[in-house]
C-alpha cells in the first residue's frame, strides 16, 4: 500500500470517528434536552453538530461564541419582540438593535452570526410557542456540553503524527536536493542542470512552507486535548526538524550561488568539485537519519592547509563555502 493510499484511509477513518461522535453525542444531547423539559429537544443536537470542529481548541472557541451570541440574541428579542409586530421591518429594525448592542460586548463575527440567529428565530418562533426562547438558551447548553465532552474524552483530534510524517518525507526530500547539486558540481556546474536544482529547490521551500501552516493546526490540535501530553515531545522534535530543514535550504542556496560564481571565473577545477559535492552528499545524508552524531561532521577534512596555498580568487570561495559549512553544522548539531 503505497504512502497516498495511507493517507486516503487514514482520513476516511477520521470522517468515521467524526459521525460516530456527533451521532452519539446528538443522541444524548436529544434525550437530555427532554428529560430537562424542552418542547424543543432538537435545539440541542444542532449545537452538538455545530460544536465539534476540526480541534478541540477549535471547538471550545465556537461554543463560546455560540453560547454569547444565543444568550445575548434571546434575552435581547424577548425584551423587545413582545410589543413588535412581526414582518420584515421590524425584523430588520431589531436585527440592526440587538446586533449593535452585541457589538458592545463582543466584536466577533461568529458572535454576530449567532445573535442575528437567535433573533431570527425567536422573533418568528416565540409568539407560536411561549418556551421556545428559555428552550433556546437551556439546549445550547447542553448541546455544547454534551459535544464537548464526547470530542474531548472520545479518540480527540491530534494531527500531530500526520504532521510528523510530512516532516520526515520532507526531510527525505532535502537529501535528494542536496544530491542534486553534489551532481551539479561534480559534472560541470552547467546553468542547465542549476535551474532544475534551483526550481527543484523552490518546489521544496513551498512544501516546507505548508509544512509549517500544518505544524500550526498540529500544535492547537493538542491544546485542551487530554490525551496529549506525550505528544508535545514530538511535537518539539517537529519543530527542530523544521528549523534544521529552514537551515539546510538556506546554505544550500548560498552554496549553489558561491559555486556558480566561482564556476564562472574558471579557477574551479576537478579537485575542487570533487571535494564540494562530497561534502554535500555527506551533509546530505544527515537528513536521512539526523542525529547529533551524524551532525558533527568532520570539517577537517576539507584540507584547510591545501587551501592556504591557493590562490587568492579560489581561496575566496572556498573559505567562504568553507565558513557556512562550519554554520551549519553547528547548528545542526545543537538542534539535533
Known amino acids: 500500500m503505497t504512502e497516498q493510499t495511507k493517507e486516503k484511509v487514514r482520513n476516511i477513518g477520521k470522517l468515521i470517528v467524526f459521525i460516530v461522535k456527533i451521532s452519539a453525542a446528538s443522541g444524548i444531547a436529544w434525550e437530555l434536552a427532554k428529560l430537562a423539559g424542552s418542547k424543543h429537544p432538537y435545539l440541542a443536537p444542532l449545537s452538538v453538530i455545530l460544536c465539534v470542529q476540526t480541534t478541540v481548541f477549535q471547538s471550545i472557541r465556537y461554543s463560546f461564541h455560540r453560547l454569547l451570541g444565543t444568550v445575548l440574541g434571546v434575552t435581547l428579542t424577548l425584551w423587545a419582540a413582545g410589543s413588535m409586530v412581526l414582518n420584515g421591518w421590524t425584523l430588520a429594525l431589531l436585527l440592526a438593535l440587538v446586533c449593535g448592542f452585541g457589538l458592545l460586548?463582543?466584536?466577533?463575527?461568529?458572535v454576530m452570526h449567532e445573535v442575528?440567529?437567535?433573533?431570527?428565530?425567536?422573533f418568528a418562533l416565540q409568539k407560536q410557542s411561549d418556551l421556545y426562547g428559555l428552550d433556546r438558551i437551556r439546549?445550547?447548553?447542553?448541546?455544547?456540553?454534551v459535544g464537548l465532552a464526547v470530542h474531548m474524552l472520545i479518540y480527540p483530534p491530534n494531527f500531530v503524527k500526520p504532521a510528523e510524517r510530512k516532516a520526515l518525507a520532507l526531510m527525505k526530500s532535502l537529501s535528494e536536493r542536496f544530491a542534486e547539486a553534489a551532481d551539479w558540481i561534480q559534472s560541470g556546474?552547467?546553468?542547465?542542470?542549476?535551474?532544475?536544482?534551483?526550481?527543484?529547490?523552490r518546489t521544496f521551500g513551498k512544501n516546507l512552507f505548508q509544512l509549517e501552516k500544518q505544524m500550526?493546526?498540529?500544535?492547537e490540535s493538542i491544546q485542551f486535548n487530554v490525551t496529549a501530553p506525550a505528544s508535545q515531545v514530538l511535537m518539539r522534535q517537529n519543530l527542530n526538524r523544521i528549523a534544521m530543514m529552514k537551515q539546510g535550504t538556506a546554505y544550500l542556496e548560498n552554496t549553489l550561488n558561491v559555486v556558480s560564481e566561482w564556476n564562472s571565473t574558471g579557477t574551479l577545477g576537478e579537485p575542487e568539485r570533487k571535494q564540494w559535492a562530497g561534502l554535500l552528499r555527506t551533509i546530505g545524508l544527515y537528513w536521512i537519519n539526523p542525529s547529533p552524531k551524524a551532525a558533527d561532521l568532520s570539517v577537517s577534512s576539507l584540507e584547510l592547509r591545501r587551501m592556504d596555498a591557493m590562490p587568492?580568487?579560489?581561496?575566496?570561495y572556498s573559505s567562504a563555502i568553507f565558513t557556512d559549512t562550519s554554520a551549519l553544522l553547528k547548528q545542526l548539531y545543537r538542534l539535533s
Open 139 to 145: 439546549d445550547t447548553f447542553i448541546g455544547l456540553g
Open 216 to 219: 500550526e493546526q498540529a500544535a
Open 312 to 316: 587568492d580568487e579560489p581561496l575566496r
Open 189 to 201: 556546474c552547467s546553468d542547465e542542470q542549476k535551474k532544475a536544482v534551483q526550481s527543484a529547490l
Open 105 to 110: 460586548i463582543d466584536r466577533t463575527e461568529s
Open 116 to 122: 442575528a440567529l437567535s433573533v431570527l428565530l425567536v
